[in-house]
């Protein structure tokens, strides 16, 4: 646990800090009753992520996915005015899809279909996290942060991915986690966005890059410009208007355990979802560490085997990895949205 990404969270654990925070969001005074309640779901999250800190990875997926749900709770309340714990919906909000069939038969053989294993979103704490956190969605490049305009009526129920669509996205993991196929993220050099003229985005590689070659087929222009920095490298310029940016939101996830040198996040453009799907970081997370906690939860001998070393466990180390990732990230990312909401609290 990052002792100054936890000791910045304590301030919600603090009611005067936190009735101070939603007056400043909402523009209305906190009753003591849901103070309490914010208070009691960061100060669990908190705990949670304690407890998985020292146990032993037999459970620490499981510990640690509480805590995010706990944390994400507490986050959710905060943004929310008109309603309190009685007023959230009631589960995960996401649901295993025919699990015990993927995972079924002969151990090896299920061990490496783990990365098909499907979720579907559904009424719960997810949508509601969706909700009140994607309407103030900032994009953070280096040292800027950039608002992005995103509507929420675009993040449907029902809608399904399966475990490597999302191991794939994630830089922290590393290269192609599937063993094949096209990379799926290119490192961010700069973006601009403005409602009048569009987006401009800059990356770090050649426009023949499976992720340039994605959102030219999209519609972006794309043309090449030297690294001021790198004589022998060179940077791909993706633009688009105003209303293909929309269209087309590009998915950027930036990296929390892989740190620039300066120890900022590297941001990242990103191969959309399936069907056109768009997620805020922090919803991915959380898709994230569902998974890996309800495979530890309800699937013991599986998980077990992965960490043994049993024949067909080549996805262990993506896992691994995906666990630093989503303890590194989840706080700082919490800390973040409530930073935006409190310090740039404007509708787009």
């Known amino acids: 646990m990052n002792s100054e990404t936890w000791q910045n969270l304590l301030h919600l654990e603090s009611r005067d800090i936190v009735s101070n925070w939603f007056e400043k969001i909402h523009n209305r005074k906190l009753s003591a009753r849901r103070a309490k309640e914010i208070i009691s779901s960061a100060r669990q999250g908190r705990e949670y992520f304690r407890s998985a800190s020292t146990a032993s990875f037999a459970v620490r997926p499981l510990l640690a996915f509480y805590g995010v749900a706990s944390l994400c709770r507490s986050l959710t309340l905060l943004h929310r005015w008109d309603a309190g714990e009685e007023g959230l919906k009631q589960g995960h909000g996401l649901e295993t899809v025919a699990w015990s069939a993927t995972l079924s038969g002969d151990l090896h053989l299920a061990l490496a279909s783990i990365y098909k294993l499907r979720i579907r979103t559904c009424g719960g704490l997810f949508s509601d996290l969706v909700t009140v956190t994607n309407s103030r969605t900032v994009w953070h490049v280096y040292d800027r ?55 401009e985005i800059s990356v770090h590689g050649t426009p023949d890059h499976p992720v340039c070659i994605e959102y030219a087929d999209a519609g972006f222009d794309l043309s090449k410009r030297n690294d001021p920095y790198n004589s022998s490298a060179e940077i791909t310029v993706l633009k688009a208007d105003e209303n293909l940016f929309r269209k087309y ?56 085997a992965l960490m043994g070393g049993e024949k067909g466990d080549a996805i262990w180390p993506q896992i691994n990895a995906a666990q630093m990732y989503i303890e590194t990230a989840l706080p700082e990312l919490i800390l973040e949205i409530v930073g935006n909401s409190i310090f740039d609290n404007k509708e787009l």
């Open 145 to 199: 942060a950039v608002p992005m305009p995103v509507d929420n009526k675009k993040q449907k129920l029902g809608q399904e991915l399966c475990f490597l669509d999302i191991l794939e996205r994630l830089p922290d993991i590393g290269n192609t986690v599937s063993g094949g196929g096209n990379q799926k993220w290119i490192r961010l050099d700069d973006f601009i966005y403005s409602s009048e003229f569009g987006a």
């Open 249 to 304: 939101l590009p998915q950027l996830i930036d990296t929390r355990v892989i740190r620039t040198m300066g120890g900022q996040p590297s941001p990242h453009l990103v191969s959309k979802f399936p069907q056109g799907s768009w997620f805020s970081q922090i919803s991915i997370t959380y898709m994230v560490s569902f998974i890996i906690g309800m495979l530890a939860r309800y699937f013991p001998t599986h998980w077990s």
